[in-house]
């Protein structure tokens, strides 16, 4: 895979699946910008991933449009260009309320961090990834294609990226290419890591629950020049958990 001197911004990529994809595009040579909200996640993530290559941290609301022009304005000062957008940033439902209880705050919160943020990373980064047959990977969810209870605006949110997505791909096309990735169940933390029990793996085909570099991976693929025919698609990386049916 070549990637020299191409610049990839990573939403969210302070922490978490952001994180790991910030540091496998910096493994196979590219240039990054952290677009973190966290300033202490975004400094320490750019001091530790530093001799893997050029990183950059800017702190970035992806729910305010100022915020993210100014972010995709430094990172052309910075690099020069852009090649690839990683819409990775996102929050989960403060409230896990049934439907007749759920804030009106709470919907335009999530739906406004986790949807409108890509929108706008996307509008802004569009003339720039243009110039360079660039690449937008949208980090939805297999929450966009089933559900538990009273998770409506995280799921809402999601499936709206995934038809983001194939709507991207057909306006942005050829020039831009977009495509989407539906993580699983993806452990983000150590603590989280201690809890697990061996049915969770289990219930898996694969047998075992996901890490964020599965999901990097993958993003790195669909960025990759041997993806070029790829586009407009979701990508489910759940270790085939949405296609094992279970009987209670």
């Known amino acids: 895979m070549s990637f020299k001197n191409k610049v990839a911004i990573v939403t969210g990529g302070g922490r978490g699946i952001g994180k790991a994809i910030a540091q496998r595009l910096l493994k196979v040579g590219v240039n990054v910008v952290i677009a973190e909200i966290d300033s202490e996640a975004g400094n320490s ?3 530790e991933l530093s001799e893997l290559g050029e990183i950059k941290f800017i702190q970035t609301d992806i729910s305010n449009e100022e915020s993210v022009k100014t972010a995709i304005h430094q990172t052309i000062e910075l690099f ?3 090649d690839i957008l990683v819409n990775n940033a996102a929050i989960s439902d403060p409230e896990n309320e049934p439907i007749e209880q759920l804030s009106l705050d709470s919907w335009h919160q999530v739906l406004t961090v986790n949807l409108t943020g890509a929108f706008l990373c996307t ?6 990834l243009r110039k360079h047959q660039g690449t937008i990977i949208n980090i939805a969810s297999t929450r966009g294609l089933m559900s538990e209870p009273n998770t409506e605006i995280y799921s809402t949110a999601k499936g709206g990226l995934v038809a983001l997505t194939h709507a991207l791909a057909n306006s942005l ?5 977009v495509n989407c990735v539906s993580p699983g169940w993806i452990i983000t933390s150590e603590e989280q890591q201690s809890q697990l029990r061996p049915e969770d793996h289990q219930q898996h085909p694969v047998g075992r629950v996901g890490q964020p570099k599965d ?3 993958m993003v790195v693929y669909l960025a990759s ?3 070029t025919f790829i586009t407009g698609i979701n990508v489910v990386v759940d270790g085939g958990m949405t296609h094992k049916m279970i009987y209670v």
């Open 215 to 217: 999901i990097a991976a």
């Open 173 to 177: 096309g050829p020039n831009i290419r």
């Open 45 to 47: 993530t750019e001091t």
């Open 123 to 128: 509008k802004y980064a569009v003339s720039h």
């Open 225 to 227: 020049e041997e993806a």
């Open 80 to 82: 020069g260009r852009l």
